[in-house]
Each structure stands twice: as C-alpha cells, then as structure tokens.
C-alpha cells in the first residue's frame, strides 16, 4: 500500500506542475484574445 500511495503522489505533483504550466497558458491565450477584440470593437459588435 505504501508503493501505491508514493505513485500516486508522484502522479499528482507531476500532473498538478502539468496543470498549472497550462492554466498559465490558457490565461495568456484569454488576454492575448481579449486584447484582439479590444481592438477591434467595431468587429464585435457586428458579431
């Protein structure tokens, strides 16, 4: 039991440094689209 409950912590530290490297990324993406539209407005009002 003790083998599993050490694999299983690894998998999760892993997964969650996977998981946070990808919320960065979705927030960046967010901005980066949120900008674009800040830009165009005319664009998003016609939308």
């Keep these: ?3 599993i409950e050490r694999s299983l912590i690894r998998f999760i530290h892993l997964n969650f440094h996977r ?3 990808l919320q960065v990324s979705l927030t960046e993406y967010q901005s980066e689209t949120v900008s674009i539209n ?3 407005p005319k664009k998003v009002e016609k939308n």
């Design 19 to 21: 998981l946070l490297i």
């Design 38 to 40: 800040s830009e165009n």
């Design 1 to 3: 039991m003790i083998r």
